[in-house]
C-alpha cells in the first residue's frame, strides 16, 4: 500500500492563481479530510468528506473548494491564491462508520504552499 | 467546540533521560479519543499513542505512555529514555466518539540533546 498520497510536495503560486492540491489513498478509507499547519496554531481542519459524494466543511474553509468524486481521491482546489494561504496542507484518511471517525488518521507527507 | 491546549511550544530532554509533555482539553462530551501524533523534522505526521475516554487504564506503547486524568481534562505524554530520533513537534487531539473532525493542539517542540 501506498498510503496517502500528496503531489506535489513544493508549490510556490503568485497572489490570485488558481491551483489543485491533489490526495489519493489506497486504503479504502471513507474518511478523507485536508488540514494546514502554520506556526503555533497546529494543523487546523479545512473541509473533510465522509464518502464519495459528501464533503462538509471544517474549521477554516474560506478560499477552499473540495470534492470527492471517487473513494480514492480528495482534491483541494485554491480558487485564487493569497498570501495568508501561504502553508503546509496535510492530507489524512481514516476508516469510518456512519459518518464518524473510528480509527486514527493516517498522513500524508504535506505539500508546502507559498504564495507570494 | 472542543479546544485542545499544548501550554509549552518547546521543552528540551537529555538523551536518556525522561520528559512529560502536556496537554488540556475542554469538551463537554463524555466519550472521546486522544491522541498524540509526532511530527518529525521529515514532516511526516506519525500517531504515537491513542486514548479512549471509557478507558481508566492508560495507553502505553514502548517508551511512550499518557497520564490521563479525565476529571481534570488532561492528557500528558511521558517519554521514557529519549532518544535523539524523539526530537519532533509532538501535537495532542481531541475526537468525539461521535465525530468526524479530529482538533489539534498548537504543538511542542521537543529537542533530544545528546
Known amino acids: 500500500n501506498a498510503g496517502v498520497t500528496q503531489t506535489p510536495k513544493f508549490q510556490v503560486l503568485k497572489t490570485g492563481q488558481s491551483m489543485t492540491l491533489q490526495c489519493a489513498q489506497d486504503?479504502?478509507?471513507?474518511?478523507m479530510s485536508w488540514y494546514r499547519q502554520d506556526p503555533g496554531m497546529g494543523l487546523r481542519l479545512i473541509h473533510y468528506?465522509?464518502?464519495?459524494?459528501?464533503?462538509d466543511q471544517g474549521e477554516v474553509p474560506n478560499g477552499y473548494n473540495v470534492s470527492r468524486s471517487t473513494t480514492e481521491d480528495f482534491p483541494l482546489r485554491l480558487l485564487s491564491a493569497a498570501p495568508s494561504q501561504t502553508s503546509v496542507y496535510f492530507c489524512?484518511?481514516?476508516?469510518?462508520?456512519?459518518?464518524?471517525?473510528?480509527?486514527?488518521?493516517?498522513f500524508g507527507n504535506g505539500t508546502r504552499l507559498t504564495v507570494t | 467546540a472542543q479546544t485542545v491546549t499544548q501550554s509549552q511550544p518547546e521543552m528540551s530532554v537529555q538523551e536518556a533521560e525522561t520528559v512529560t509533555l502536556s496537554c488540556t482539553y475542554d469538551?463537554?462530551?463524555?466519550?472521546?479519543?486522544l491522541f498524540w501524533y509526532k511530527q518529525p523534522p521529515s514532516r511526516q505526521m506519525i500517531l504515537v499513542i491513542r486514548q479512549e475516554a471509557y478507558k481508566q487504564q492508560n495507553a502505553t506503547e514502548n517508551r511512550f505512555s499518557v497520564n490521563f486524568q479525565k476529571a481534570a481534562k488532561s492528557f500528558s505524554l511521558k517519554i521514557s529514555d529519549s532518544q535523539l530520533g524523539d526530537t519532533a513537534m509532538y501535537f495532542c487531539?481531541?475526537?468525539?466518539?461521535?465525530?468526524?473532525?479530529?482538533?489539534f493542539g498548537e504543538g511542542t517542540q521537543l529537542t533530544v540533546n545528546p
Open positions: 489524512a484518511s481514516s476508516y469510518s462508520g456512519q459518518g464518524r471517525v473510528n480509527s486514527p488518521l493516517h
Open positions: 468528506s465522509v464518502g464519495a459524494g459528501i464533503t
Open positions: 486504503m479504502n478509507h471513507e474518511y
Open positions: 487531539a481531541f475526537l468525539r466518539t461521535s465525530g468526524s473532525r479530529l482538533t
Open positions: 469538551t463537554s462530551e463524555n466519550n472521546y479519543y
